[in-house]
């Protein structure tokens, strides 16, 4: 009888962890864990949506936090390491990276592209799955979270999470669908310390403009993923949008008080708007799911005589539902001023 424990113990030891079959949102199939607890994401977007539906299994940031995130993320994530992004910047820590041992890495972006076939060799090699999700489109994101949902056992969380970005989009869409073309308003998305790179219409970085009503001044495609069309002076005057948005804070500060900006329509009325960028930015680079609070914040900034969304109380649900953290008026608009 102790030879038969004995060697079902060590039988035990050696077997294989329990796996499953998944199809993630590139239609790939992949292996992972039956069970899944150490998450790691290739950049901070997707580390965040993982810890909007499962905070404990996020097993390390692609970046420190600040302290602002410290505000939102739960304390007992303290520990966890930094390994770096895998899409950017000075790349990842290998041995950090093994020492985390995670279950699977969480990649957002396409699957055939030189830089994500590049690590799936690579983690290939350090037997890690990787697993592909759809973040590009805002109309992607409740997909996205109810997969999630089911990916880390958590498939209430992840739908209770989907539902409501699916509750936002219609209501948005219902509400914008009754604004005459002819009244919508004309809008210009400034990027760069000169304000003068920006997007086109049909770009996923600029989407919301047209979600929210809006009509991009800037009309045509992607020319490459990463955006950042820069215009002349000139096209800026002929496009004399009525409404300007920025992420730029020192453009907001001091480049729209050049001569040349007092001759837009937007500057002279006094509509160009600060994008909140709290822990992420609301409207882009990173796209990430606080574009779902952008959306309400644009919809509002853009027709505020018919819309009427409670800024400071949205934004107070979004921050409980999300990040199980509360906050006070006060807190919620210095986040909608652009505070640090």
């Known amino acids: 009888m ?14 294989p962890v329990l796996a499953r079959d998944i199809v993630d949102m590139t239609g790939r199939t992949v292996s992972v864990p039956d069970q899944i607890e150490r998450v ?34 739960d304390p007992r994530l303290k520990d966890r390491p930094v390994i770096g992004s895998f899409l950017g910047g000075r790349g990842v820590n290998r041995e950090t990276l093994l ?46 979270l109810e997969f999630l949902g089911q990916l880390l056992d958590e498939p209430q969380r992840g739908k209770k999470l989907a539902q409501y970005g699916k509750c936002i989009l219609e209501q948005v869409a219902t509400s914008v669908a009754t604004i005459p073309v002819p009244q919508r308003r004309r809008v210009y998305y400034a990027q760069g310390g000169d304000g003068l ?9 600029a989407e919301l403009i047209s979600l929210a009503g809006g009509i991009n001044v800037h009309r045509g495609s992607l020319k490459q993923r990463s955006g950042r069309e820069k215009i ?8 004399n949008p009525e409404v300007i948005i920025t992420a730029e804070r020192a453009f ?8 040349v900006w007092q001759r837009v329509r937007a500057v002279q009325n006094e509509q160009v708007f600060l994008i909140p960028d709290h822990p992420l930015n609301w409207f882009d680079r990173p796209p990430s799911m606080m574009r779902f609070l952008g959306l309400q914040w644009l919809v509002q900034n853009l027709y505020p005589q018919k819309m009427h969304v409670d800024l ?24 909608l001023d652009g505070t640090p």
């Open 99 to 144: 020492a985390v041992d995670p279950d699977v890495v969480i990649f957002w972006g396409d699957d055939t592209s030189p830089v994500a076939q590049r690590w799936l060799r690579q983690l290939e090699q350090w037997r890690i799955p990787v697993v592909f999700v759809a973040m590009d489109r805002l109309e992607q994101y409740p997909a996205t």
């Open 40 to 73: 790691v994401g290739c950049v901070a977007p997707v580390n965040w949506m993982v810890y909007a539906v499962a905070p404990m299994k996020l097993a390390a940031f692609t970046s420190r936090p600040s302290e602002t995130d410290w505000q939102i993320l």
């Open 2 to 15: 102790r030879l038969l424990l004995s060697v079902a113990f060590v039988l035990l030891l050696v077997s």
């Open 197 to 205: 790179e920006t997007e086109p219409d049909r770009s996923f970085h």
């Open 232 to 239: 002349t002076l000139e096209q800026l005057l002929s496009y």
């Open 252 to 259: 907001y500060f001091h480049g729209i008080r050049r001569e």
């Open 312 to 335: 400071v109380e949205s934004t107070r649900h979004f921050y409980r539902l999300f990040f199980h953290v509360d906050l006070n008026d006060d807190r919620v608009r210095d986040i």
